[in-house]
């Protein structure tokens, strides 16, 4: 049994946390996914005063971070009846090592206080918008597991966001037609706006297969990037300084 009492010896709280990461991290390697998360950025974000929308620049977000988590279930949920036919929102309850929630810049104290509410994950072809975070395990204080509750973000959810506006763009989901499921169809090009300036890009897109890229900055002009594969559904960019712009891919 671990004596948590003691001020010094082999069992104390450091010793104790190290061994449930370790743990968890092994267990992550073999049942485990991945979520790929998103902080928002307040300080570089536009939105109306009141309503809380996007507005001009829209809301950024600082590049995705993947996540190893321990588990993921996703929920159904009941199916919205619109005028252009059946909406489904699902929802997904994820359970991580906060050693590796930590990657994403989140403290304990952005848990505490709710400072999360406007951060998205990519999980299975979807953005979530996460609605909760909860600390499930602590040794003194000392968080080491959380369960993170999100929702699916539709399109109209995403248009006004850059890091997002493609993801549900007119031009790869057209209107669905009434009385049909509005899914997302099989498209073969994707168009990614990095509007903060950055040496790494990193562009999830979900075509299912290794893109070529086209990049060009704020004013149209082409440029040169190094250019890797790290999946089917992610790319990523490398320049020599800071750019923003946007990146073609087909």
Known sequence: MARLDRKSGRFNVVYESDEIDGAL????????????YYRYSR???SFHPVYGEAAGTGRV??????????????????????????????????????GHLSKTGLTELDIAHGSYLNDRMAYDGRIFRVTAIHVLGQIRRRDFIVSIDATQLKR????????????WSSEQVPDPIPGEVCMPN?????????????NVWTIDHMLGFNP???????????IDAAVTWPTVNRVVCSFAASISGKAHLS
């Open 156 to 167: 109209e959810d995403l248009i006004n966001d850059p890091a997002f506006s493609n993801w």
């Open 61 to 98: 977000f600082y590049t995705p971070v993947d996540v190893p988590v321990l588990q993921v279930i996703r929920e159904e949920g009941a199916a919205d009846q619109r005028e252009a036919g059946l909406y489904w929102t699902d929802s997904i309850h994820v359970i991580a090592s906060f």
């Open 186 to 198: 099989v498209v073969e090009s994707f168009t990614f706006v990095q509007s903060m300036p950055s």
């Open 212 to 222: 070529n890229v086209a990049v060009e900055d704020v004013d149209g002009n082409e």
């Open 43 to 45: 300080a570089e974000s």
């Open 25 to 36: 991290e092994g267990y992550q390697g073999v049942y485990g996914q991945e979520i790929a």
